[in-house]
Each structure stands twice: as C-alpha cells, then as structure tokens.
Nanobody
C-alpha cells in the first residue's frame, strides 16, 4: 500500500507565497515521476508541474516563472514552491506519483487526497 499525504495549503493574499509538500509512505523502493495537479471550482483537474527521479522538470505555462517543483528522493517527498500567487491559482492541489516500486508490486498513477489553496484578499 502506498499513500501520498499533502500539506501546506491555506489562505494567502494575492502576491504571496506558499510551499506545498507531499510525502509518500509505504515500503517504497523508488518513484519515477512525482507531480502536482490542481482543480479549481467548476473546472477539470489540470497539470501544474512534474519532476522525474533524475530531476527533470516540466511546468504548465500558467505557472512558469512563479512555481518551482523539487523533490527529496531519500524521503520520497515532493515540494511545490508557489510565488506571486493570484486568485486564479485558487484550487485544490493534488500530488501524484507515477511508477511507484514496492516489493513484488508496481503502482501507477497514485494520488493524494488534495490540499486547498485559496488566494484572496
């Protein structure tokens, strides 16, 4: 069993910053790609950023230059530093882990429960 637990969401004013964390737990050997998605009210879930085990990153155009994704492979944890936040960034942010290897099993596309980020004055 693999679980992802997000933390760090909350209320922030426009222009402010937040740092999200997502820790994977279980008897994990390795995780290939970890990433963040978000879902705003009334909208579909969308890609935000991802990072491979080797450190290659990818960002949605809407967050490039404002958000930074990083990970600690030893702790199976991924972070999302969000700067210059705008009300359009308000959403539930979900952590995702792809190709998680545990003893005798492989999990594809594991999701966390989500953490709410609200950007408002």
């Amino acid at each position: 069993q693999v679980q992802l637990v997000e933390s760090g969401g909350g209320l922030v004013q426009p222009g402010g910053s937040l740092r999200l964390s997502c820790a994977a737990s279980g008897s994990i050997f390795s995780i290939d790609t970890m990433g963040w998605y978000r879902q705003a009210p009334g909208k579909q879930r969308e890609f935000v950023a991802s990072i491979t085990r080797g450190g290659s990153t990818n960002y949605a155009d809407s967050v490039k230059g404002r958000f930074t994704i990083s990970r600690d492979n030893a702790k199976y944890t991924v972070y999302l530093q969000m700067n210059s936040l705008t009300p359009e960034d308000t959403a539930v942010y979900y952590c995702n882990a792809d190709d998680v290897r545990v003893p005798f099993r492989r999990y594809l596309d594991v999701w966390g429960q989500g953490t709410l980020v609200t950007v408002s004055s």
